[in-house]
Structure formats: structure tokens, C-alpha cells
T-cell receptor, first 115, second 110 residues
Framework: DAGVIQSPRHEVTEMGQEVTLRCKPI?????LFWYRQTMMRGLELLIY????????DSGMPEDRFSAKMPNASFSTLKIQPSEPRDSAVYFC?????????????FGSGTRLTVV | GNSVTQMEGPVTLSEEAFLTINCTYT??????LFWYVQYPGEGLQLLLK?????DKGSNKGFEATYRKETTSFHLEKGSVQVSDSAVYFC?????????FGAGTRLTVKP
């Protein structure tokens, strides 16, 4: 298994531009999570999906952030418009519902820099 | 709500020293507990886990015991190596999302 795959690994964009981050979860996993990691705030859960349905998006910081999961093998996190304070590492993770005690599998992350 | 508190770092040790990283939690219900490790430039990797009280998780020489009476899940290793240098996260989950501690950076010097 290739694990959780995120793209791109690095993204540098100008303030005001739209940014789209992508994630392919592990095949067979039906829960997917988006986290943001910064030095100041550590790991923050942004949103999670169960069977492609958003369950909790209370961590999404503003309306500029949106996430979709059109099918079981793909999710996107979009920031529009982007701002310098959005600079962070964004991680996607997946697991199987009801078996969360097996832990999550994380992708390698996307390092976003907004200038 | 659920939360995890880790000892603040950074922690610097010499090779072969004993390691303890403290972790305590607050949770409703019966959480599963985890330690994750993050190496530079990488995502988090599951290090070990415990799903019920008194369980001991272990992996790569690391151990942690689920102590319900003290709501703790301290990470230990008897003899650290330079390759153990990383950031360690304590985490818990009940039936929803996983909550992480702030992370503890460990540096092991030769």
C-alpha cells in the first residue's frame, strides 16, 4: 500500500490566490481528516469526513477554507483567497470508522507558504 | 471535552540515556491512547497504542502504560539513540476525531 498520498509537497503562492491541496486516503479507509500544523498552535483538526460526508468542520478557521470529498479515494482542501497567516503544513490522515483505535495513517503533508 | 497535556520540551539527552515523556489526558468515556513520532519533513507515524486500562503499548524499545487511575500514558525508553531524535505526540480518541498534545521535541546527542 502506498499510504496516504498528498500533493503537492510544497506550495508557494501569493496572497489572494486560490490554493488547492489534495489527498488520496488508503484504500478501504472510510474516515478522512485534515489537520494543520504550525509552531504556534501545534496540530489543529480542520475537518473530518466519514463515508465521504463531512462530520465536523468546526475547526475550519474561516469561510475562506472549504473541503470536499467527492468519492472514497479523493479529497481536497481549498483556500480562497489565501493569506500569509495560512502558511503552515497541512496533513491528511485516514482510518477505518469504528476502528479508530488502530490509529490514523498520515500523509507526508503539504507545506504551504503564502507570500 | 477531550484533551491531552504533554510535558514541554525540548528534551536533550545523551545517547543511551533513559527517556521519559509525560502525558496526561482528560476524556469522557473510555479513550484509546497513542504515541506518534514525527521526523523532520515527514508526517506523523504511529509509534504505539493502548486501547484499555493497564494495557502496555510497545514498539522499537519504547513503552507506555495506560493508567486510568492517574489518567496518564507516559512514554519511556531505556536507552535512546541519536536516531530517536524527533518530535513525539501523545494523542487520544474516543468515537470521533483524534486529539493531539502539543508535541515534545527530543534531541539525542552522541
Amino acid at each position: 500500500d502506498a499510504g496516504v498520498i498528498q500533493s503537492p509537497r510544497h506550495e508557494v503562492t501569493e496572497m489572494g490566490q486560490e490554493v488547492t491541496l489534495r489527498c488520496k486516503p488508503i484504500s478501504g479507509h472510510n474516515s478522512l481528516f485534515w489537520y494543520r500544523q504550525t509552531m504556534m498552535r501545534g496540530l489543529e483538526l480542520l475537518i473530518y469526513f466519514n463515508n465521504n460526508v463531512p462530520i465536523d468542520d468546526s475547526g475550519m478557521p474561516e469561510d475562506r477554507f472549504s473541503a470536499k470529498m467527492p468519492n472514497a479515494s479523493f479529497s481536497t482542501l481549498k483556500i480562497q483567497p489565501s493569506e500569509p497567516r495560512d502558511s503552515a503544513v497541512y496533513f491528511c490522515a485516514s482510518t477505518t470508522t469504528g476502528q479508530g483505535n488502530y490509529g490514523y495513517t498520515f500523509g507526508s503533508g503539504t507545506r504551504l507558504t503564502v507570500v | 471535552g477531550n484533551s491531552v497535556t504533554q510535558m514541554e520540551g525540548p528534551v536533550t539527552l545523551s545517547e543511551e540515556a533513559f527517556l521519559t515523556i509525560n502525558c496526561t489526558y482528560t476524556a469522557t468515556g473510555y479513550p484509546s491512547l497513542f504515541w506518534y513520532v514525527q521526523y523532520p519533513g515527514e508526517g506523523l507515524q504511529l509509534l504505539l497504542k493502548a486501547t484499555k486500562a493497564d494495557d502496555k503499548g510497545s514498539n522499537k524499545g519504547f513503552e507506555a502504560t495506560y493508567r486510568k487511575e492517574t489518567t496518564s500514558f507516559h512514554l519511556e525508553k531505556g536507552s535512546v539513540q541519536v536516531s530517536d531524535s524527533a518530535v513525539y505526540f501523545c494523542a487520544l480518541t474516543t468515537f470521533g476525531d483524534m486529539r493531539f498534545g502539543a508535541g515534545t521535541r527530543l534531541t539525542v546527542k552522541p
